[in-house]
């Protein structure tokens, strides 16, 4: 059956924890506290697939099990097909590695100057700022040290990041990530942006964040204030299924945008998530509503225990060519590959182009059509020069 998307509503409330103040659960401190952490804490609430069970078991040695109550409250309980389940409940697929799947799929470690900071691109650094996150997603490209439970031990050397940006001038875009930024105090946030900008050839910052859509009460207003204060500051945010967008996920993208925070989001291309066509439209087009321009679509990288979530590269052009031209076009992102080993990302993109020569470019539209455009230009004879009228531009 095709998704369809009930595009009127957004969810809101509290669900299950209906009984607790609303004081409690606008706190992001007590949405932190009260994670679902464990296998027994979430058979208070649900049944787990044997499945599930086998994956939790084995969760302790890979990545921590945390989800959000506010996250918790979007899964389906009853449907262990519940797109934001397979993100979030480990499964038994997470045990077994391929020999392509690699812990350092995109050679972060190598180029690492310090660590913590990844300088791939000319112009711009990544900087892993932690390694905690506000809910850990099952396919995460850096699970060898995100939550730590495979005891990478990381701990992000801020002075020697910053050092490291301060003496190299092509450094003029740094991406802040981790992990989860935005679970830093503000405090160490500030310093954070502070230093950045004390930092002359640094014109660029952004931050890439799942807390939005996992902790929306986490963009308080002292936040929104200080990327207002140290602002332009971009955020690139991380939303794969339309049933994320919620009132709260939308109000909170209204307070990052009326601080002056320009939004992309990037989505993962998760098999049984969003490997579909309407789910893909129905979320860029609920993005565009929180005023959020779809970014990139990445094709998951090759991490270990993956596998169960790889999706065929042809369907991630299949799902670009359904949107490019049948929705609007601030809602179609660039699908990329990360290339392996460290290659950076490479835009993979359906074929349009059919023929070009010196003559001529012959390309197809939306719809299958074919179309040439003319690269020759043929001049026709001049027409007699014809006398125009001059308008009488003198003041009376
Ligand atoms: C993704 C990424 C960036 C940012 O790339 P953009 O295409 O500019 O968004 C920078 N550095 C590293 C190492 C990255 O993986
Ligand atoms: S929020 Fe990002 S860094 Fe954290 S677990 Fe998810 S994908 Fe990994």
Redesign the pocket.
Same mark, same amino acid.
């Given at each position: 059956m095709p998704y369809s998307d009930d595009r009127d509503t957004w969810f809101e409330g509290q669900g299950l924890w209906a009984h607790i103040p609303a004081s409690d659960w606008q706190s992001w401190t007590w949405q932190l506290k009260n994670r679902l952490t464990s296998i027994e804490h979430l058979e208070q609430y649900m049944t787990l697939t044997a499945d599930e069970k086998a994956g939790c078991l084995f969760a302790s040695h890979k990545l921590s099990l945390a989800i959000t109550p506010y996250f918790f409250n979007l899964i389906d309980r009853n449907d262990p097909d519940c797109p934001l389940r397979k993100q979030m409940i480990p499964r038994e697929g997470e045990t077994q590695v391929s020999s392509e799947e690699m812990l350092d799929s +995109?050679g972060?470690d190598e @180029?690492s100057p310090v660590p913590g900071l990844? @300088? *791939? %691109?000319p112009d *711009?650094? +990544?900087f892993l700022v932690t390694d905690r996150c506000a809910a850990y997603c099952r396919y995460c490209t850096r699970s060898r040290l995100v939550s730590n439970a495979q005891d990478y031990n990381f701990h992000p050397e801020y002075e020697q990041g910053l050092r490291y940006i301060e003496s190299h001038p092509e450094v003029r $875009?740094v +991406?802040l990530s981790g992990g989860d930024p935005l679970l830093l105090s503000d405090k160490k946030l500030e310093h954070l942006l502070v230093r950045l900008r004390e930092i002359k050839h640094v014109e660029f910052i952004?931050i890439g964040s799942r807390i939005p859509t996992f902790l929306p009460q986490r963009i308080t207003p002292a936040l929104c204030d200080l990327f207002k204060k140290y602002g332009a500051i971009w955020m690139?945010i991380h939303v794969n299924h339309p049933k994320e967008c919620t009132q709260e996920l939308k109000n909170a993208c209204e307070r990052l945008s009326y601080a002056g925070v320009p939004l992309g989001n990037q989505s993962v291309l998760l098999k049984g998530v969003n490997d579909d066509t309407d789910v893909m439209k129905a979320l860029v087009q609920r993005l565009l509503r929180m005023r959020v321009r779809p %970014? %990139?679509i990445y094709q998951m990288d090759l991490i270990t225990g993956g596998s169960h979530f790889k999706v065929d590269v042809r369907k991630g052009i299949e799902i670009i060519r359904a949107l490019r031209g049948h929705t609007t076009g601030y809602a179609v992102p660039q699908y990329?590959i $990360?290339a392996p080993g460290g290659g950076?990302?490479v835009p993979i993109n359906p074929e349009y182009l059919e023929e070009i020569n010196d003559k001529e470019v012959v390309f197809r539209n939306f719809e299958g059509k074919q179309f040439r455009y003319p690269l020759t230009t043929t001049p026709l004879p001049k027409k007699a020069e014809i006398e125009m009228p001059v308008e009488d531009l003198r003041i009376h």
């Open positions: +995109l972060e @180029h990844v @300088h *791939r %691109y *711009r650094v +990544l $875009d +991406l952004r690139s %970014y %990139y990329v $990360d950076g990302k």
